[in-house]
């Protein structure tokens, strides 16, 4: 979310990446990982920068040829140095006798499934979004006030049973737990913390006459962190699928994780949205981020 709002906003980035460069926005977690063609290529090209350990992260902005030649290594976001670095870089590539070079393509020869995560067959893919809507100390730091401001992204899956459940007008417990555990977290500053079955003091979800109402309580064991909400909706059927599904998770959040730190003191209203995805979206094909690696897990029922 830092990103598309600081150095992804900047206009003269935009056009160049659009122009001049491939673009590939990919999680790292993954490739770094995948014993495959595509992961074989990711590493050919991160193993020549900084961050070179496979087992630890190699997150950044990676320029790099069509043949795998490391360009350049970034992993700052400011705009303007950012767009410093890609001009640079292009000038540079236009320079070098590889500009007019043929490049010859990559054929996968093998593919690692357990990084190739697929939506459930017949389930249903929704869109979750949160955002902090009060709370915060006024800043003038923009870094902080992007933060502050932003509204996360992430998915839910639903497995077909769920789905068929949906349509009789039940929400199934396995689905309440995911929501619960995996989605009504603050992620708007970074990767959250998930809940576990201990911190899930509450889950009570149901639909009445196409109304999905419910409560939620989730609670560290220490109360350092929690959740408490009350989720109201509404959901459409038609010929056996679920055609409208939209409802919201509203309350007071208090706390915040690793990766998510700077929250506002004490507790603080906190909205989750759910909306089912219509596919025209390239995000609706993204994993939840809590399936990274066990989509079985994830999506138990």
């Not at 014993?35 to 920068?49: L, W």
């Not at 992430?154 to 309440?176: F, R």
Request: aromatic share 8%.
């Amino acid at each position: 979310m830092l990103d598309r709002e600081s150095t992804f906003a900047q206009p003269e980035i935009v056009k160049l990446l659009k122009t001049s460069f491939v673009p590939v926005a990919i999680d790292q977690a993954y490739q770094r990982r995948q014993q495959d063609t595509e992961g074989d290529f990711y590493r050919k090209i991160a193993g020549q920068g900084p961050r070179s350990n496979f087992n630890g992260t190699t997150q950044g902005f990676y320029i790099a040829t069509a043949s795998g030649k490391l360009l350049l290594y970034n992993n700052n976001r400011d705009p303007e140095k950012v767009l410093r670095l890609m001009q640079q870089k292009l000038a540079e590539f236009k320079a070098s006798g590889e500009a007019g070079a043929d490049t010859a393509g990559i054929k996968a020869s093998k593919v690692d499934e357990r990084y190739q995560p697929k939506p459930p067959v017949g389930g249903l893919v929704v869109r979750v979004r949160a955002k902090v809507l009060d709370g915060y100390e006024p800043t003038l730091d923009p870094w902080q006030r992007i933060f502050q401001t932003s509204m996360s992204r992430d998915n839910l899956w639903l497995s077909k049973a769920e789905h068929d459940a949906l349509v009789g007008g039940t929400i199934p417990q396995s689905l309440q737990q995911r929501i619960a555990m995996y989605h009504l977290v603050d992620n708007t500053r970074g990767e959250p913390p998930m809940w576990n079955e201990k911190e899930l003091r509450k889950i009570d979800m149901k639909i009445t006459d196409g109304k999905i109402s419910g409560v939620a309580h989730l609670q560290a064991a220490k109360s350092e962190r929690g959740f408490e909400a009350n989720i109201v909706g509404e959901i459409e059927t038609k010929d056996g699928k679920v055609t409208r599904l939209d409802f919201v998770a509203k309350g007071d959040f208090w706390g915040e994780g690793q990766f998510t730190k700077n929250a506002p003191k004490g507790r603080f209203p906190l909205a989750v949205s759910f909306t089912i995805a219509d596919g025209t979206d390239v995000a609706d094909q993204i994993p939840p981020q809590a399936s990274r690696g066990w989509v079985r897990g994830y999506i138990q029922e």
